[in-house]
């Protein structure tokens, strides 16, 4: 494999891990834009405009769009998050011409008003559906209610409220000020020549307008919180909390990775054995996130009503002990050979590698190889896991339950 960077006249990055022994290849638009870069105005913007981008562009129609992708059996698709929409497309190498055409008509949309007002309804279901699960919504109001105040607090859907009082001329104002080049990065993966890649961007991409936009990538201040969603016709409660954790670029995000797999995986972790092996939870988990200048550590639980509170109480036993002595040796070798498999599997499809290249461009201009990335891992020691606890201890600092509770039990310190 070879890494490759190239940047336009006008700011575009382009990176490539070109391997001529893979039989597919991948490419994508990273734009650094999403919920947090949003106002209280535009909330749900970005996932709005991720939505008008398949409505067609002067080139293309929308029917084009998916026709065109069908015909050459792309595998394609667009998301967006807090941080970054994504728009990519998986194919084999003789259609990337076509694919480029296409990918790239998709950052620079028509933006009509019937499309906008139709999308519109489309949004606002999408936004009922989530709505409807309990899982989805546990996580929102959690971050909302954690990054109360903090840029990332904002939810990317938006809400009814915003997205009904969004405008056309809003949407193309912010899309004026987000997708210029210089806050755009092209990556490709696979099967592939980065000078016809670079040849393609110069013809397709070459004359967007410069610019970057500034994102405060502060830290959050977040209080100890509890709140209770009641949802009566549910079944079980869930209940999700975050706390503090290391941000995308702090050298501890390996050492916090791991130490989540070994504590709060979904098989074979302490919260496993614990609570979902003896019948006691649905699911028992612990996940790190990590943003742009801020991170969290993120428990989860869905149970019975009933089992609520002792659940909470061996799940805080766990994190204290945790907290205390760390982990094994035993412990964290499990835990390096488990993200160690996921790291190759999902190294050996250029789709896999597209997301890995993506994220450490946008957001350390980073280029880290599937080797990389082993060795980060593999370097980790339980001196590192004491040092991660020693400044991000896990607890449940903001605490969201939704489900038939009227309340939720005292939380235990940990």
Not at 82 to 97: G, H
Request: aromatic share 8%; charged share 20%; glycine share 6%.
């Amino acid at each position: 494999m070879h890494f490759h960077h190239a940047q336009l006249a006008n700011g575009l990055d382009i990176i490539a891990e070109t391997n001529p022994r893979a039989h597919s290849m991948a490419i994508g638009f990273f734009v650094k834009t999403g919920a947090r870069d949003e106002t209280d105005s535009v909330s749900g913007v970005s996932h709005f405009l991720e939505h008008m981008a398949f409505k067609g562009s002067e080139r293309f129609s929308a029917e084009d769009v998916n026709r065109v992708f069908d015909d050459i059996g792309a595998n394609y698709n667009a998301s967006t998050s807090e941080e970054v929409t994504l728009y990519f497309a998986a194919i084999l190498p003789e259609y990337l011409e076509t694919t480029f055409e296409l990918l790239s008509s998709l950052l620079q949309p028509s933006l009509r008003e019937s499309d906008f007002n139709t999308e519109k309804q489309v949004i606002l279901e999408e936004i009922a559906m989530y709505d409807d699960l309990p899982a989805f919504t546990v996580y929102e109001k959690a971050m909302q209610q954690y990054f109360h105040g903090h840029p990332l607090g904002r939810s990317v859907l938006g809400s009814v409220e915003s997205i009904r009082a969004l405008t056309a001329a809003q949407m193309r104002e912010y899309f004026s000020k987000a997708y210029v080049a210089g806050n755009i990065t092209l990556v490709v993966a696979g099967n592939c020549k980065f000078d016809e890649i670079v040849e393609l961007a110069q013809t397709r991409c070459g004359h967007w307008p410069r610019g970057q936009s500034r994102r405060e990538a502060n830290d959050a201040t977040p209080k100890q919180t509890v709140n209770t969603i009641e949802k009566p016709a549910s079944l079980q409660q869930h209940l999700m909390s975050l706390a503090a954790g290391p941000a995308s670029t702090d050298p501890l995000r390996y050492a916090a990775g791991l130490l989540a797999v070994a504590i709060g995986d979904d098989d074979n972790s302490r919260l496993y054995w614990e609570l979902i092996d003896k019948g006691h939870a649905d699911a028992a988990e612990l996940g790190h996130n990590d943003f742009d200048g801020t991170g969290t550590w993120t428990t989860y639980i869905c149970c019975q009503p009933v089992d609520l509170d002792s659940n909470l109480e061996v799940l805080t036993d766990i994190y204290r002990e945790v907290n205390r002595e760390g982990i094994s040796e035993s412990e964290l070798t499990l835990a390096k050979n488990k993200v160690a498999t996921r790291i190759v599997l999902s190294g050996e499809r250029p789709m896999g590698r597209l997301s890995s290249l993506g994220g450490n461009w946008v957001y350390a201009k980073e280029y880290r190889s599937t080797e990389n990335e082993l060795a980060a891992v593999q370097a980790v020691t339980t001196a590192d896991i004491r040092r991660l606890l020693d400044t991000f201890p896990l607890t449940l600092t903001s605490t969201v339950g939704i489900g038939p509770l009227i309340s939720l039990p005292e939380i235990p310190a940990t």
